[in-house]
């Protein structure tokens, strides 16, 4: 009877062991290579013209680690373990962190349209509806002054549309200067006199510490939808901008290739910065991609062109890794080779 207790115990601990190591919860967070997807079926446009190769959206997989995780991230190539800090502040559940890259999402997608349309010179209609306040920084000027929210009428008297007008107009202010917002809240009408500082984190930039968001509405001609379920951030909109772009124009600009690359893009066609491109040239390659855009951040050191590169390399990819700072960089590589 001793030994079958024994046995008994010692296989409940083992279960509770396994289940400890596989199901626990670490305050780290694994990011590694997720998927290489072809854009086609993500978007529908009405009456589009068709293509031999592929757009791809690229992903990073990641999740909060368990014991079993963590210890296989650590001799597992282009997996990488972060801080959960890092990845969500604190106070914010998983369901909000995700919410929040589902937003992302569709914002990229709209800046997308935008560029997409307009270069394929087809109909578009973009208004614009009011500059918010999505965040007031904590430790900056506006922290006491404004709340998220707030509609930014106008900075020194003179209007704005866009979040950009406020942002280049504070850059080239110094520490100590004031500017004077107005500002809607709710039905109220409030003049806020907010002086300029240095930002915690990077002393060598100053604002007032806000996070904003420009409110447009676009409606375009064909229509387009597109579905990307519970795909988030915004580091696809340059591979939306060429699908929508493919889709609209007759000329294949695939050439039968499938075309993979990353990068966030905004209302004017920039391609900026994204995190993990290291993990995203090894999906693209496992999916056997032709062509990798990365961004090229104006060539600075340690760009994600840099890392895509290397990346490349190490893997001892066949796939050309292109490096490009705008839509039409990569429109113009597509057309001229």
């Known amino acids: 009877m001793k030994s079958n207790k024994r046995v008994i115990i010692t296989g409940i601990i083992a279960i509770l062991i396994v289940a400890f190591l596989g199901a626990y919860r670490l305050p780290y967070y694994i990011y590694k290579p997720g998927t290489a997807d072809a854009l ?3 978007v529908e446009i009405d009456d589009s013209f068709p293509s031999e190769g592929d757009m791809h959206l690229v992903t990073v997989r990641g999740g909060q680690a368990t014991p079993i995780q963590w210890v296989l991230s650590q001799v597992r190539p282009y997996h990488e373990v972060v801080p959960l800090e890092q990845v969500r502040p604190e106070g914010i559940s998983e369901d909000e962190y995700f919410h929040a890259q589902l937003q992302l999402m569709e914002s990229s ?7 997409a349309y307009e270069s394929a010179e087809r109909d578009i209609t973009v208004d614009y509806e009011g500059v918010f306040v999505v965040q007031a920084l904590e430790g900056m000027p506006a922290e006491k002054e404004l709340e998220a929210g707030d509609e930014i009428l106008s900075v020194n008297g003179e209007e704005i549309e866009e979040s950009d007008e406020l942002v280049s107009y504070v850059e080239t202010l110094e520490e100590g200067d004031v500017v004077t917002l107005t500002v809607k809240r709710g039905d109220e009408t409030l003049s806020k006199e907010i002086e300029v500082a240095p930002f915690p984190d990077d002393e060598s930039r100053v604002g007032v510490g806000i996070s904003l968001v420009t409110d447009r509405s676009v409606e375009v001609s064909p229509e387009v939808t597109v579905k990307s379920g ?10 939306f901008s060429l699908e929508m ?5 007759e000329e294949d600009i695939t050439k039968g290739r499938e075309v993979c690359g990353t990068g966030e893009i905004n209302y004017e066609g920039e391609v900026g910065r ?4 290291d993990k995203k040239v090894v999906a693209a390659d496992q999916e056997g991609c032709d062509v990798f855009f990365a961004p090229n951040e104006g060539e600075a050191e340690g760009s994600n062109y840099e890392v895509a590169v290397e990346a490349a390399e ?3 990819t066949e796939m050309d890794v292109v490096a490009v700072d705008t839509f039409d960089d990569a429109l113009k590589y597509l057309n001229e080779n």
Request: glycine fraction near 16%; charged fraction near 20%; aromatic fraction near 6%.
């Open 40 to 42: 086609e079926p993500f």
């Open 109 to 115: 997608q709209e800046a997308a349209k935008v560029v």
């Open 230 to 239: 519970d795909i988030g951030g915004p580091s696809a909109g340059l591979m």
């Open 245 to 249: 772009y493919d889709q609209l124009t």
């Open 274 to 277: 994204i995190g993990g491109i």
């Open 314 to 316: 190490d893997i001892n």
